[in-house]
């Protein structure tokens, strides 16, 4: 599967974004899906999961209540709902696919990664 993802911006403190990743090639619903993200000079570090039909998520405490990923199986695109942004949510975001079944916080367990989004907010 190949990913695409967009809607990164500069953004002040407060603002929200929404972030997509569009898919193509194999079945989009047989995949888990999650959000990764990596500031400058830190480790990529886990955003948020979700199952291969929407029904569980999960997120990183950083993140949990302000941040809702959702995904469109008929339209092969997962989403990142980013609402009171912080300086500290500054960060290349990216998307990534995962051959599983459960959502996973851990990068080993996504195979396909796409080029990444850069989110930057401003205090």
């Known amino acids: 599967v190949q990913l695409q993802a967009s809607g990164g911006g500069l953004v002040q403190a407060g603002d929200s974004l929404r972030l997509s990743c569009a898919a193509s090639?194999?079945?989009?619903?047989?995949?888990?899906m999650g959000w990764f993200r990596q500031a400058p000079g830190k480790e990529r570090e886990f955003v948020a999961s979700i199952s291969r039909r929407g029904a569980f998520t999960s997120y990183a405490d950083s993140v949990k209540g302000r941040f809702t990923i959702s995904r469109d199986n008929a339209k092969n695109t997962l989403y990142l709902q980013m609402n009171s942004l912080k300086p500290e949510d500054t960060a290349v975001y990216y998307c990534?696919?995962?051959?599983?079944?459960?959502?996973?916080?851990?990068?080993?367990?996504?195979?396909?990664w796409g080029q990444g989004t850069q989110v930057t907010v401003s205090s």
């Open positions: 990534a696919a995962g051959d599983r079944v459960s959502t996973s916080s851990s990068s080993r367990d996504y195979d396909y």
């Open positions: 090639g194999r079945t989009f619903s047989t995949y888990v």
